[in-house]
């Protein structure tokens, strides 16, 4: 439930979250839907004001290929994507939630390259998340995003692990 966050966070974002926490995703995907979806998305959109609740109501729960298809409709009508919408009538937290979610879903193997390079820049390294991303990805796709990486940074993931780890630490992530 999202009683966990509520307090913590408001508005908007607190109903996105919530929305996400209740995790009431369809499962099956509906091509009618989703062009029913891309133009409510470009008419919440359009004009004065954004209808936020529009874009957490499908970006919440709509099912994975649903909302790739809802996305390229939305270009092909709009001319723009999803995400550089939500850059231009979103800011904050929201519009940050909001970009991962469509990121998610449309470059799932980048936003995780692009996470495992945030994890290891900068001072320190967010060891929780480079663990939480190595460690759950590996049996899935973890190839995949070290190419992405790769292709993103110039460096293969096991020399930025390398260089940004030691030990028993490093062994582990390159194991």
């Known amino acids: 439930s999202g009683d966990a966050i509520k307090g913590d966070v408001s508005g ?47 970006l919440a729960t709509r099912p994975p290929r649903q909302l790739n298809v809802t996305f390229r409709l939305f270009e092909k009508d709009t001319g723009k994507s999803v995400v550089s919408c939500i850059e231009s009538e979103f800011s904050g937290h929201m519009q940050d939630a909001l970009i991962t979610i469509c990121e998610s879903f449309l470059n799932s193997h980048e936003l995780y390259a692009s996470m495992l390079k945030a994890s290891m820049s900068g001072p320190g390294t967010d060891d929780d998340q480079l663990i939480r991303i190595v460690v759950g990805r590996a049996p899935i796709d973890l190839m995949t995003i070290g190419v992405c990486f790769h292709r993103q940074y110039e460096v293969s993931l096991a020399d930025a692990i390398k260089s940004d780890c030691n030990g028993d630490f490093k062994d582990f992530l390159l194991a």
């Open 12 to 58: 908007d974002f607190e109903k996105l979250l919530v929305s996400l926490l209740q995790a009431d995703r369809d499962t099956e995907g509906d091509l009618e839907q989703a062009a029913a979806d891309a133009a409510e998305l470009a008419a919440a959109a359009d004009g004065w004001g954004t209808d936020e609740s529009v874009f957490n109501k499908i």
